[in-house]
């Protein structure tokens, strides 16, 4: 009986210690996703910061800038996608929207990125844009992929419409979290005007006047090394229109500001990241680390319990002397 019960151990910790691996290297990326209806708003918020009039042409202070950025997952264009690509993909549909204190309109920039579900590569179908205008992806962006390296990654800037190295600094704690602290530097670059301004004012009309849009911009994120969701965003961002025909002339300052999370926002964020994490530690973490566990001490069992019978029939043979046991001839009728 005890013989029986250490093979069906031994059976149960096998069973465990192959699980394991295949929790952690074939399930996980197969059930690791990024849900395509995805929806998210977050408002992020810059102080004393400097805006252009365009009634003037001159630079003003105003106490606070609002940047609403909305993120929407295209279900039905994502399903269109992966029949056509054979991909498990995601199709996001994003706005981001500046306003002034006052409420009126600084810009609006719509933007849609498709990626891969599970590896968050960018798939480029499903007319990706910026603004209006195709682009083509090169890296990542809004969302790091699971499980983040600590490393460089490549990370799409909105307003230059191209990629650039987004270097790893270091590891730091946030309300409570341990995340990856990553900067990204964009060094003056001629970008376009978006299509929709202030005062009903188009992209011609300024560059009738002899204006061309430049910008930079300093952009750090905190990223949850678990599931590559970014807990806080910072950008110290600066804009200015400088003239064509003059080049020695002073350049406008368009926008000037540190745009900041909202704290409110980054309490929601941080709720929201710390449960969707443990979801991912269940399949890379919890579970393949307790089944080799659970798999060592059955295994522990297993070979007690053989140990156990083996020195049981030992001591039988030592009571009898070694002897086989005496057979007695049955009695013939």
């Known amino acids: 009986m005890r013989r029986r019960a250490s093979l069906v151990l031994l059976a149960f910790a096998v069973f465990c210690a192959a699980l394991s691996p295949l929790l952690r290297w074939y399930a996980f990326p197969r059930l690791a996703k990024v849900p395509a209806g995805q929806y998210r708003t977050v408002v992020m918020e810059a102080e004393n910061a400097t805006l252009i009039d365009y009634d003037t042409l001159k630079p003003r ?9 909305t993120l929407k997952g295209n279900v039905e264009k994502a399903r269109e ?14 706005l981001s929207y500046a306003a002034g204190p006052d409420g009126a309109m600084v810009s609006m920039i719509p933007e849609r990125y498709v990626f891969d579900a599970h590896s968050q590569e960018p798939v480029h179908a499903g007319g990706e844009h910026v603004d209006g205008t195709p682009v083509r992806r090169d890296g ?12 460089d990654y490549r990370y799409f800037d909105l307003m230059t419409r191209t990629s650039a190295p987004i270097h790893y600094k ?20 001629k970008v376009a005007l ?45 804009e200015e229109m400088r003239w064509t ?7 406008i300052p368009a926008f000037s500001g540190h745009v900041k999370m909202r704290p409110d926002h980054v309490d ?14 269940l399949l890379t973490s919890y579970l393949p680390w307790g089944l080799l566990g659970l798999g060592g001490v059955l295994l522990a069992l297993s070979l007690a319990l053989e140990a156990r019978d083996r020195r049981a029939v030992a001591a039988d043979r030592a009571h009898d002397g070694g002897k086989p046991e005496r057979v007695t001839p049955k009695e013939v009728a």
């Open 61 to 69: 202070t105003v106490p606070r800038l609002t940047v609403v950025q």
């Open 81 to 94: 996608v992966g029949a056509e690509t054979g991909r498990d993909v995601v199709v996001w549909d994003t």
């Open 140 to 151: 990542i962006e809004f969302k790091w992929p699971f499980l983040v390296e600590k490393r």
């Open 170 to 189: 270091g590891t730091r704690t946030f309300h409570g979290l341990d995340v990856y602290y990553f900067e990204q530097t964009i060094p003056w670059t």
């Open 194 to 238: 978006p299509r929709k301004l202030p005062l009903g004012i188009s992209p011609d009309t300024v560059r009738q006047l002899g204006l061309e849009r430049w910008y930079t911009t300093r952009r750090m994120f905190w990223i949850d090394p678990v599931t590559g969701a970014p807990v806080n965003g910072e950008e110290i961002h600066r």
């Open 245 to 251: 025909g003059a080049p020695g002339k002073e350049p």
């Open 268 to 281: 929601s964020t941080v709720a929201l990241v710390a449960s969707q994490r443990q979801l991912v530690l």
